[in-house]
């Protein structure tokens, strides 16, 4: 009986030492894996916000400024065609009497110009003049070139590819821009804006027309060619999705270029979407714009959770789309699925090495315990106590 009674107590000391083990072991296990798994979300969080989508926005807004300063090169280089150059002066060669008389002029036909809609016989003889058919024809081969119009130095027109609202054009603001003080102009680009001859949403690019320095003998009649003129284009703001479409990340991802003053959409993932909604995560882009970081998750109407990374224009800009952001998102479900999956391999890693050193806990505690509980305490006790006697 005593015998069993001793049994009994080693057999409760068996657990104890086991909740031992894992009470050291278990809690430095369990930090480890929660570190190393945090480290984790935080790198991939940061590699698909910040490198991935942010990466993208980033190549997608110099794209886009290569493309728009190409297409402001592109007008500059026709506005420099000899004919339109002859036309301009032509044009300017026209005018006679003082200032005063020739603004009333102007005023005048403007006026009779605008209450007619241009159903006039010498607006019909500007529209089908050959400089018109010349500006039609490169609007053929550029479809993205909506209205082509070229004025003179007062800012009357001279010739466009169809019928305008208006025949004065020297109190539009490109026009005023581009032709400066008239000793040396300058381009101007607008932003997306809604214009009425175009009936949609253009972008305005107005290059000076400059005549040429005729030298007088070893000596120009002046140093720099004079403004003569003004060319103007609008650009189709559609034509901006085609670089904005092009970038698709995964199933879900998509490109949006936004106004950071108001967070309106000037070009959405598709053609249509153009100046017709706000950013639903503005309050989140302005807030992450302040801060280090280039990516952010916000959520949509409908309660979909997106991952985005943003880009401004690249500096310098034209002031015309200084404030353009270049954002490209995609659904947060499809961009941390690797993310998921990985953090699930892990789990079943560290489960598994969890269920490896128990396993080695028990039989190394079956090991240790086993010769203990072959021993007879009592018997070794009275067998040391007899040695001990016989010793003295």
Not at 12 to 18: D, G, I, M, V
Not at 262 to 284: H, Q
């Amino acid at each position: 009986m005593p015998k069993r009674e001793d049994g009994v107590r080693l057999l409760a000391l068996e657990p104890r030492l086991l909740l031992l083990f894992l009470a050291i072991g278990g809690p430095v296990f369990l930090v480890s894996a929660l570190l190393i798994l945090g480290w984790l979300r935080g790198e991939m969080n940061r590699t698909i916000g910040d490198d991935m989508l942010g990466g993208a926005a980033v190549h997608t807004a110099r794209y886009l400024d290569t493309y728009l300063l190409n297409n402001l090169t592109n007008v500059s280089v026709i506005a420099a065609t000899p004919s339109l150059r002859q036309a301009v002066e032509t044009s300017n060669r026209e005018y006679t009497g003082s200032a005063e008389v020739i603004r009333e002029r102007l005023r005048r036909q403007d006026q009779e110009w605008v209450e007619k809609r241009g159903a006039l016989v010498w607006a019909l003889d500007i529209v089908v003049r050959d400089t018109s058919d010349f500006l039609r024809e490169i609007a053929t081969f550029n479809p993205a070139y909506d209205e082509i119009l070229l004025t003179d130095r007062q800012g009357a027109l001279v010739a466009a590819t169809n019928l305008t609202t208006d025949y004065y054009q020297g109190d539009e603001e490109w026009w005023r821009s581009a032709f400066g003080d008239g000793e040396q102009g300058a381009f101007y680009m607008s932003g997306v804006i809604f214009d009425q001859s175009a009936g949609g949403h253009v972008l305005e690019m107005a290059v000076p027309v400059r005549d040429v320095a005729v030298p007088v003998g070893d000596v120009p009649s002046h140093e720099f060619p004079q403004v003569i003129g003004v060319l103007k284009v609008e650009v189709r703001a559609t034509d901006l999705s085609s670089v904005i479409s092009g970038v698709r990340p995964g199933e879900t991802g998509h490109a949006l270029l936004v106004d950071r003053r108001d967070g309106t959409v000037i070009i959405g993932s598709e053609a249509k979407d153009v100046m017709a909604r706000k950013y639903p995560g503005f309050s989140r882009l302005e807030e992450t714009m302040g801060g280090q970081e280039r990516s952010f998750l916000t959520r949509d109407e409908e309660g979909t959770v997106w991952v985005a990374g943003f880009a401004r224009m690249p500096e310098p800009s034209p002031s015309a789309y200084r404030d353009w952001v270049v954002l490209v998102q995609q659904e947060a479900d499809e961009a941390h699925a690797a993310m998921r999956h990985a953090t699930l391999y892990l789990l079943v890693f560290f489960v598994g090495i969890g269920g490896v050193i128990l396993l080695m806990s028990l039989y190394l505690h079956w090991k240790l315990v086993r010769p203990i509980r072959e021993i007879d305490l009592r018997e070794e006790m009275e067998r040391l106590g007899i040695a001990e006697s016989e010793a003295r």
